[in-house]
């Protein structure tokens, strides 16, 4: 199959996001595994709102679905805000659910949280929203990568190897999946 194409979905709004700044890393990385888009518009959509849930979309939810749809996965990362998910993100998240675009869709997402257990709530509650929605959960490629705010430069990209190899394995596994879902083992390379 043709190059497997990753939306990466972060679930902060902040300037100096460590999870903004590991999947802009992600598609830094040039090792071929993915075509990666960097979504950009969590601050842009409107409350969810079953009302507004129909043709046509606000514009921000039509493109939120359209990148999902025409992605092969979804790679997320998201921080965790008084023990859950962050409510910016949650409601990204809902707006997803009638859509139809996650259903068996590959996912998976990288914990940045540098706390042993850091995080955990914020990511049962992503597992529980994305059982609603029907994604195909990636578990191999679920990970923990710590990424301590010292460890992005200036320019947004963390440059630390060990790092960039853990987020690099995180994306080859998430391809691979994609792959042997269309019946193509090919290799990379
Ligand atoms: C209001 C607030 C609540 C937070 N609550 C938690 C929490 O419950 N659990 C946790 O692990 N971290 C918590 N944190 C820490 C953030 O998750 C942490 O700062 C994270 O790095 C933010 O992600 P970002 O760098 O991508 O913005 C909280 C931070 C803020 C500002």
Redesign the pocket.
Known sequence: MSAVKVVLISG?L?AG????ALLRTAGDLGTGHAVTTLYAGLATLPHFNPDDDHEPLPPAVADLREKIRTADAVLFCT?????DLPGSFKNLLDWTVGGGEMYQKPVAWINV?S?PD??A?AHRALRTVLGYTGADIVDDACVRVPVPRHAVDPDGIIRDPAIRDRVDDALRLLAEHVRSRAGDTASDS
Not at 17 to 20: E, I, L, Y
Not at 79 to 83: D, K, L, N
Request: no cysteine; glycine share 18%; hydrophobic share 25%.
């Open positions: 902060s902040r996001s460590t999870n903004a921080p965790e805000y008084a023990g949280s706390f850091g995080a709530g």
